[in-house]
């Protein structure tokens, strides 16, 4: 299975500003993708990102809110974009292999005061 | 629309118990199916899945589930329990082909008991 990172594991940020997560996979991915767990909640789909082309967001997830960078296939960042409390989460990303299993990072859990 | 429901959000079991956690979904082919497990502060870790073939899989840390087909439903069996599986579970669901974008329920917190 593939080994993913992630960066900052955690922080505490003030509202109005943004935050940019960094995924770093230890195997080429052609797949990655952003999931946010809200506190005490279930994981739901940001968006998807694939190298080479933009990201594809889900309902109710916009890219001027969570732009996706996805430079290379071992890389991915997502920055949350003029935070507010209720974007306090854990952010994750995740990769899919050859065999269609989908690994996760260890999460980035962000406080926004 | 596709959804996965776990009916149970606690359950509570004593250590050598045996343990079933339920899972239904809702879609109109066979998705893939996934559990995943979250211990505190720790990201998910996969248990299992189900593609197709047998539907009795066996995953890791002496899980299994079965998949019916009748039922929709994906419920996840462990024949005895050990302290160290206490954790947050989560059943997930993909569409079949494709990108594997994951549905998830919305967990069952598993307490186990000494």
């Known amino acids: 299975s593939a080994v993913i990172s992630q960066k900052p594991s955690r922080d505490i940020c003030q509202r109005g500003t943004s935050l940019t997560i960094q995924c770093q996979v230890d195997?080429?991915?052609?797949?990655m993708f952003w999931y946010r767990q809200q506190p005490g909640q279930s994981l739901t789909l940001i968006a998807t990102a694939n190298q080479g082309s933009e990201a594809t967001y889900e309902s109710g997830f916009v890219i001027d809110k969570f732009p996706i960078s996805r430079p290379n296939l071992t890389f991915s960042t997502l920055t949350v974009s003029n935070m507010s409390p209720e974007d306090s989460s854990i952010y994750l990303c995740s990769v899919e292999d050859k065999k269609n299993e989908q690994y996760f990072g260890p999460g980035t859990r962000l406080t926004v005061t | 629309a596709q959804s996965v429901t776990q009916p149970d959000i606690h359950i509570t079991v004593s250590e050598g118990a045996s343990l079933e956690l339920r899972c239904n979904y809702s879609y109109g082919a066979t998705p893939y199916l996934f559990w995943y497990v979250q211990s505190p502060g720790q990201g998910l870790q996969l248990l299992l899945k189900y593609f197709s073939g047998d539907t009795l899989v066996q995953g890791i840390k002496g899980f299994e589930a079965e998949f019916k087909r009748s039922q929709s439903s994906f419920n996840l069996r462990k024949p005895s329990v050990h302290w160290s599986d206490a954790a947050e579970y989560f059943c997930?669901?993909?569409?079949?082909?494709?990108?594997?974008?994951?549905?998830f329920g919305a967990g069952t917190r598993l307490a186990v008991h000494p």
């Open positions: 997930a669901v993909a569409p079949s082909g494709g990108y594997n974008k994951l549905i």
């Open positions: 195997s080429q991915v052609t797949m």
